[in-house]
């Protein structure tokens, strides 16, 4: 028997009756909706034998000035554009199976907003891919998009301002019409690739673990440069870095975990991730497109505590695109042939549960609320969250998890804003070396902590960052790992 199959057997049981199963619905996937890949017997041999195709497509997203740009505490309005933001499109068929992944440059997207452009997809793209993923980069200096509801369905009832800035709902129809129209391009365009190849190399110099242990024993996001009361990290990045390399196509897809949020200010830019790309193009050829997807990075970003001359702003974006890509060129060099015997994608949708504050933490925030004393803690309690949340109807919230095979390699996709650790979890329990994890994929939930996470404390556990459960992020990475042993089977 070989590895895979015993893992999968072994796993077998758990699939079956584990504490994790209750929580996972199976949901079809078809046509820009969600959906599932299965063979009749005897199919298997022949898709193996089809050709396997991949094209790229983008489209400008850019909004207009004026708009609101999600990412801090206040509504910032754009007054320029530093670079265009992007939707740009991987597109890979095999036999009858299809898959569309979508880059936005976008702090984040609602899952109702991806369900629009899966129904753009549906009705513009002749072939129509099977499943389309739509994946944000996390750029702090993107284009606001709607909540999905808000951060609860009655948030806007419980505290109005929990958000601030504008949806331009004109903007949100451009960014649905042009998204599907560049994924029917790619569609049209799919023609073969003669050689993909799979290249891991490893940057550990832009990416920082942004949650440090104190003195005091407390655990704090972003303490300060050179403040004397850290001790430590709290946890380590992943410096990994793939790179799936078409060559037939002239595509070069990097995956790496970083949050893009170090251009600040006010005019709209992808932030580093437009940096690699142009670095990339310049030492491969124009005529080379790039897509980057960022992994798990929600505890992940490029301060460096210990750097005190560190900046920030544009300049900063470029150093650590132009680092990004060094470190892709060099991976470039070394790598294996990617056999794609098989491309295959499912989804689910797993039930998250909401928190619920104390009833003392409720009343602190009542009083702070009433008072004005530091109701916006940064590493603290926010209060306005927990009032939302101690007051909200809902009690959960579907996320959609799912997971691509591509041959050998496994890609998981979650949707908010993933510890690191959830990460190495998924790949842990995956058949499929690598696997790499996707965050803030078909929808925005927030940040999703481990259950450690949220002992430890920091911003990405409070109630403003992270409104579900402590087992939340645990049950999707579970959900995950069973989609991936499904594609195995």
């Not at 017997?41 to 000035?65: C, K, M, R, V």
């Not at 739509?134 to 301002?161: E, K, L, N, Q, W």
């Not at 909200?392 to 804003?417: C, S, V």
């Not at 409104?467 to 939340?472: A, D, H, I, L, S």
Request: aromatic share 6%; glycine share 10%.
């Amino acid at each position: 028997m070989n590895v895979r199959k015993k893992r999968r057997s072994a796993r077998e049981g758990e699939r079956r009756t584990g504490a994790v199963g209750r929580w996972v619905r199976p949901i079809c996937l078809g046509f820009g909706l969600l959906g599932v890949a299965c063979l009749a017997p005897g199919q298997e041999a022949s898709l193996a034998d089809a050709p396997f195709q991949a094209a790229y497509d983008e489209a400008d997203i850019t909004p207009p000035l004026g708009g609101s740009m999600p990412g801090y505490f206040k509504d910032r309005q754009a007054t320029g554009v530093l670079d265009p933001l992007k939707a740009k499109v991987l597109y890979l068929r095999k036999g009858g199976d299809s898959v569309a992944l979508v880059a936005c440059d976008l702090i984040g997207m609602d899952a109702g907003t991806v369900a629009r452009i899966r129904e753009a997809v549906a009705r513009t793209a002749r072939p129509a891919p099977r499943h389309v993923w739509v994946h944000c980069t996390h750029t702090h200096t993107g284009a606001m998009v709607p909540r999905g509801g808000g951060f609860t369905s009655d948030a806007a009832t419980i505290y109005p301002d929990l958000f601030p800035g504008r949806v331009d709902e004109e903007w949100v129809r451009q960014l649905v019409d042009r998204t599907a129209q560049a994924v029917a391009r790619a569609a049209r365009a799919a023609a073969d690739e003669r050689k993909l190849t799979l290249h891991e190399g490893e940057e550990r110099t832009v990416a920082h673990y942004r949650r440090f242990v104190m003195k005091d024993g407390t655990v704090r996001t972003n303490p300060g440069r050179n403040n004397p009361e850290v001790v430590r990290p709290a946890g380590e990045i992943d410096p990994r870095l793939h790179v799936l390399k078409f060559e037939s196509r002239r595509i070069v897809t990097v995956l790496y975990g970083l949050h893009p949020d170090t251009v600040g200010g006010a005019q709209y830019s992808a932030d580093y991730p437009h940096f690699l790309t142009e670095t990339l193009r310049q030492s491969l050829g124009s005529d080379w497109r790039v897509v980057f997807l960022n992994t798990c990075c929600g505890n992940i970003n490029h301060i460096n505590v210990r750097n005190p001359a560190q900046k920030g702003g544009p300049d900063e974006a470029r150093r650590i695109g132009a680092t990004l890509a060094g470190a892709t060129l060099a991976a470039l060099k070394e790598g294996k042939e990617l056999r794609v015997d098989r491309l295959a994608a499912e989804s689910t949708r797993v039930a998250s549960k909401l928190r619920r504050p104390r009833p003392e933490e409720a009343a602190e925030a009542e009083e702070r609320l009433r008072t004005g004393a530091d109701p916006f803690s940064f590493n603290g309690l926010f209060a306005p969250a927990v009032r939302v949340l101690a007051q909200t109807r809902d009690r959960e919230h579907p996320a959609e998890i799912a997971a691509l095979r591509l041959g050998d390699f496994g890609l998981a996709a979650l949707p908010g804003e993933i510890f690191v650790e959830l990460g190495r979890e998924v790949e842990a329990g995956s058949p499929f070396q690598p696997t790499r994890t996707l965050g803030l994929t078909n929808g925005s939930m927030g940040y999703i902590p481990t259950r450690q996470g949220y002992v430890e404390g920091g911003y990405e556990a409070g109630y403003r960052s992270a409104r579900y459960e402590p087992e939340n992020g645990h049950r999707w990475a579970a959900a995950a790992v069973r989609l991936l042993h499904r594609l195995d089977e």
